[in-house]
């Protein structure tokens, strides 16, 4: 059978003399295992389209259950960030949580959109990669099912919490005056009211919007480690990708 999509390469692993094992994520067909025979020789056609993090047309054959790559034409290679060891890390951690998330075969096309957006923030857009990070988690997270409440202390109610925190377990906030009412709620992270803000801008915005905040430092540092341990959090593992990246700086 022939199958012609649209994928990105998640994961690229060698394999025999000069093939490859991929991880593509696709739209319709989701995240699915290719050969890719040959890739790896001078003048391969396949060499172009079977590099990590690159999106391209693909033809496919499949035989079984086994897939096999047979055209890849580049649609997007974000050269811009692999010149840059900090966004080329970051763009790694983003492809192997998606890796992590995306079922085998399952349609997936917001998250395949989610990260082709990111990688396009990291590759053209001057913002600060810790707003691409926090957006991308926070909003992969709402994807697989993980959204938090944002809307109020989830013990008295108030819709502007003093002092606000998220508890990583519940995903729910609760304020100042309510501490130690949040009985097994297990550990919480702060978030200043302009982190809040953002957060509660980032589950409801558009798609393509989902950038078109600004935060002053501190508050973006928060809001970016609340989305980080949210996500380790509720994901119940790191990523090695992830321990590199912040390793660089």
């Known amino acids: ?3 012609t999509t649209q994928g990105i390469i998640l994961r690229e692993t060698n ?4 093939d490859k094992i991929l991880t593509v994520l696709t739209s319709e067909f989701g995240k699915r295992t290719v050969k890719a025979r040959a890739c790896r020789r001078k003048n391969s056609r396949l060499t172009a389209g079977s590099q990590l993090l690159v999106y391209s047309d693909l033809t496919l054959h499949q035989r079984g259950e086994y897939l096999t790559l047979s055209e890849a034409d580049p649609l997007a290679q974000f050269w811009s960030l692999r010149q840059d060891l900090e966004r080329l890390a970051l763009a790694s951690y983003f492809a192997e949580v998606t890796e992590h998330c995306a079922q085998e075969g399952e349609a997936c096309g917001d998250l395949l959109s989610l990260l082709l957006n990111c990688l396009y923030a990291l590759d053209k857009l001057d913002k600060p990669l810790v707003q691409v990070k926090a957006a991308f988690e926070l909003r992969l997270l709402c994807l697989m099912g993980y959204e938090p409440m944002l809307e109020g202390c989830g ?9 606000p925190r998220l508890s ?13 009412m949040e009985a097994g709620w297990g550990v919480s992270m702060p978030l200043s009211p ?4 953002a957060g509660r801008y980032l589950l409801a915005c558009p798609p393509k919007k989902f950038l078109s905040f600004s935060l002053d430092e501190e508050s973006l540092g928060l809001l970016g480690d609340t989305t980080e341990a949210f996500l380790m959090t509720q994901l119940e593992r790191g990523f090695r990708t992830l321990d590199y990246y912040k390793q660089l700086f």
Do not use: F
């Open 1 to 3: 059978m022939r199958l």
């Open 194 to 197: 302009a982190a809040l803000s």
């Open 168 to 180: 990583l377990r519940q995903g729910l906030l609760h304020c100042a005056r309510c501490r130690g």
């Open 15 to 18: 394999y025999k003399e000069a």
């Open 155 to 163: 013990i008295c109610g108030r819709e502007e919490p003093e002092a």
